[in-house]
């Protein structure tokens, strides 16, 4: 009798634990899309990766947090979109180059003028494009850049670039540019520009203008070049396969669909009609 009774109560406690083992996920996807979504670097917050330092226009006053740029501005509005408040949002810091390598990620998504490439989404994840920007050729004045009209002449320039950026993938691959003196952070490259090392750099139009106007005020944008077809603009940057891509992609549409991004735009990334263009 006594083992009939340990064998009904062994019964009642398997039952009871395979009863929580199918309660347990039911639970997990309830909470799915919401700001307790598991699924999150840390649930009940949004985590989101950036540069350190970060530069206007992308965001002010080197403060993501502040909510005042086209990066940061469009992180609030899609963490509005998807349940979070603003002091729900924490801002990680990082290297461009740790951003873009594979292998685990401090955060939900990184933003940090990152470009989808081929190449790239080998190893992270990516969500939509929702900015294409035009490339810029930065230059000091009296520099063998000032006049530059055909890719030949862009050839002939020293120029620097930061790894692993489609800014130095375009000097390889669309100007033919072997020999460009390579740097880990977009500040040394303007370091070497100011000091005469290199001629000239390629960067982003809004990164450009901001460098013109800033950080080196006496360099000037000499000329735009065409995009590269290879570079599909901006996206967001996940960990290889998160599972959070999908939702954090509807709420990008929504927002892209609500104009969030041309007004943002239209705030921080003014560009000057009359910049030279080269296209060949």
């Known amino acids: 009798m006594a083992e009939q009774g340990f064998d009904a109560i062994r019964r009642a406690v398997m039952g009871a634990l395979a009863g929580a083992v199918v309660v347990l996920p039911a639970l997990a996807v309830a909470d799915e899309r919401t700001i307790n979504d598991p699924r999150l670097h ?14 206007p226009p992308w965001m002010l006053n ?8 086209f990066e940061n501005g469009l992180v609030y509005a899609l963490a509005a979109e998807m349940g979070f408040t603003p002091d729900q949002v924490v801002w990680i810091g990082q290297t461009f180059d740790q951003a873009i390598a594979p292998g685990a990620k401090p955060y939900d998504f990184s933003i940090q003028q990152i470009s989808v490439t081929e190449a790239r989404a080998e190893v992270v994840s990516f969500s939509q ?46 100007l033919g540019v072997e020999d460009a003196a390579i740097y880990n952070e977009q500040v040394d490259v303007f370091l070497a520009l100011q000091s ?15 460098v013109t106007a800033v950080q080196v005020p006496e360099a000037q944008i000499v000329a735009l070049l065409p995009a590269d077809e290879n570079d599909l603009g901006h996206g967001l940057l996940f960990e290889f396969g998160n599972p959070l891509v999908e939702w954090v992609d509807e709420a990008l549409s929504a927002v892209i669909a609500a104009g969030v991004v041309e007004d943002l735009k239209a705030q921080y990334l003014i560009a000057d009609p009359d910049l030279p263009i080269i296209t060949e």
């Open 196 to 210: 005469g090392q290199i001629d000239a750099t390629l960067v982003a139009l809004p990164t450009a203008l901001f």
């Open 42 to 55: 840390t649930p009940g917050q949004l985590t989101v990766g950036t540069g350190d330092p970060v530069y």
């Open 129 to 174: 494009v929702y900015f294409q920007p035009d490339k810029a050729v930065i230059a000091l004045p009296g520099s063998g850049a000032e006049g530059v009209s055909s890719f030949e002449d862009l050839r002939a320039l020293n120029w620097g670039a930061v790894i692993g950026t489609t800014d130095n993938d375009y000097l390889v691959n669309i």
């Open 62 to 69: 080197n403060d993501p947090a502040g909510g005042e740029g």
